[in-house]
């Protein structure tokens, strides 16, 4: 499996490439979410902390061999809050990975808790070698 | 790095050597500085027309895992991420998430009513409500002269 370089910068990009249809014109941030992807004795398992994204702004998909994660979050605060102390921006979250042929696409599963995504990438079955017959002329 | 040396050979080598040592020295200070600088978890404070909010993300925390208290006009939040089993380091790809346990202390607001304070827990962010005192009426003091 391969990934995407940690960027831990933050994009801008416009909403409308975000998935943002009420408000078309506001910018969105979008980030990199922290992984981990550890091994386990049925392959591999991913997990990836989206904190603020619930099971419906949640999308994940795999396209070829890419596995792409999007998950939008809300805010949680009033029409008419105002800051006074920002630590930390809030925004979207948007990760992809390139799977290698050891995952059993079919048998992909995730589940999502306490803000965290986990996804079961299953190593496939190997294949049992098969004997070619040699044919003289 | 010292320029001129009485009665010693003139080694360059020994002394790039030792200023790179230095240099990476430093530099990983600085690193570990700036890591335990950040505090964790990160913290947003917004005002509403009725309220203070604090926000905080926290994920791979489950609510059971979350201690919120108030005591002194300070507010004490501390907890753990969830680590359902124990993952032998070896056996990681790649590992970027934040692990253990943590504790954050900050001052309230004076005038708020700290027996309203709620604190709601979902997907993974924090969101404490601090309810504004209502505003007092100003109260006249009698002056007495003898």
Redesign the interface.
Known sequence: ?S?DP?DRTQHLVPAAQAGDSKSASSERFVFTP???????SEG?ML?A??????LDSLELQIQDNRLTLFGRVET???D?????????E?GDFLRSFILSDEVDYERISARLS???LEVELPRATQAEPRRIQVNAD | MAVFRLGQRWDPLRDLEREVDRLLQSVNLTFHGVRAGR?YP????????DA??L?A??????PEDLEVTLANGLLTLSGHR?DEEH?AEE????????QGTWKRSLPVPDRIQEDQLSA?F????L?IRLPKAPQEKPRQIPISSN
């Open positions: 499996m990934i940690p922290p992984i981990d992807i550890f091994e386990t591999l997990r902390d989206l904190p603020g994204v619930s949680v605060l009033p008419d809050a105002v800051p006074l102390h920002c630590e930390f809030v306490h803000g965290v | 505090k990160a913290m947003n404070l917004h005002e509403s027309s203070y909010i926000t993300e926290l994920p791979a925390t489950a969830r993952i056996r990681f790809r790649r590992q970027e998430r934040p709601d979902h997907n993974g962010v969101v």
